[in-house]
């Protein structure tokens, strides 16, 4: 895989405006330097070599290479998660984008013990912030997409084929399986009866922790790093 280092984000990649914020992370942080190289991306797959022509009184980015358009790995996986704490949450979160999942779906049911928990605009704007962050010291050329919180019913109503439910008491993980549902920790939640329940084979384990767990071999299966067998 290309590496891409050090990766950060930008909104255009033809005018490589700079925000306070960036120029900030840069030259402050990273404490780049007139002539250092580095790569920006857009989130989308696109990225480009630039260099910085200035520091001082604000960093300044000059293209070094034609914008470079990434293909995607396929199939998309993704996870759908209820809603444990705000921080493990956020844990959560940052840990999913950088094992490279496409899709974060958070999921709230009347069953949960978290009931019709809601995140306000600041908590998924924090949310964005904290993929976004996780991507670029990932070197990850995707942004996932974090949706706001959906009840249950609503979710397995939209979603396509590809869908299964983690239950440490499930079947085996099928090879089509590209999303995992991951219940809350009282167990009670709608799923309809033709959703598939597969297994780990892990213990019982804690909503992020079982997130992270399934979103690695979902990525690892999309790479071929590893294949499900008919004998082991």
Same mark, same amino acid.
């Given at each position: 895989?290309? @590496? ?7 909104? *255009?990649?033809? #005018? ?6 960036l ?6 942080v990273? @404490?780049?330097?007139? &002539? *250092? ?8 797959g696109?990225? @480009? ?5 200035? +520091?001082?009184?604000?960093? %300044?980015l ?8 990434? +293909? @995607? ?13 705000n921080?493990?949450? /956020? !844990? ?19 069953g949960? %013990?978290r009931g019709?928990?809601?995140? #306000? ?8 912030r ?11 050329? !995707? ?7 959906? *009840?249950a019913?609503?979710?397995?109503a ?11 008491? &499930? $079947? ?5 399986t590209?999303?995992?549902?991951? $219940?809350?920790?009282? $167990? ?12 780990? $084979? ?10 992270? /767990? ?7 299966? %999309? /790479? ?9």
């Amino acid at each position: 895989m290309q @590496r891409f280092t050090p990766l950060v984000f930008v909104d *255009d990649l033809a #005018s490589l405006e700079v925000s306070a914020e960036l120029g900030h992370h840069l030259g402050t942080v990273r @404490r780049l330097r007139v &002539g *250092d190289q580095l790569f920006v991306g857009d989130g989308l797959g696109s990225v @480009r070599a630039v260099e910085i022509s200035a +520091v001082r009184p604000r960093v %300044r980015l000059t293209p070094v290479a034609e914008i470079q358009t990434l +293909v @995607r790995p396929e199939p998309p996986v993704g996870i759908a998660m209820f809603l444990p704490s705000n921080e493990r949450l /956020a !844990w959560a979160v940052q840990k999913l984008t950088e094992v490279g999942v496409d899709r974060i779906d958070l999921l709230i049911d009347a069953g949960d %013990r978290r009931g019709g928990a809601k995140l #306000s605009d600041a908590g998924m704007a924090r949310l964005n912030r904290i993929a976004r962050e996780a991507a670029q010291q990932s070197e990850q050329p !995707w942004l996932p997409m974090v949706y706001p919180p959906v *009840d249950a019913k609503t979710f397995f109503a939209r979603a396509n084929h590809g869908v299964a439910v983690l239950d440490p008491a &499930g $079947g085996r993980l099928m090879s089509n399986t590209t999303t995992l549902v991951i $219940g809350p920790e009282s $167990g009670k939640f709608f799923s309809p009866p033709e959703a598939p329940r597969v297994s780990l $084979g892990l213990p019982i384990l804690r909503i992020e922790t079982a997130a992270v /767990a399934g979103a690695v071999v979902l990525a690892s299966l %999309r /790479a071929s790093l590893v294949c499900i067998c008919d004998k082991f």
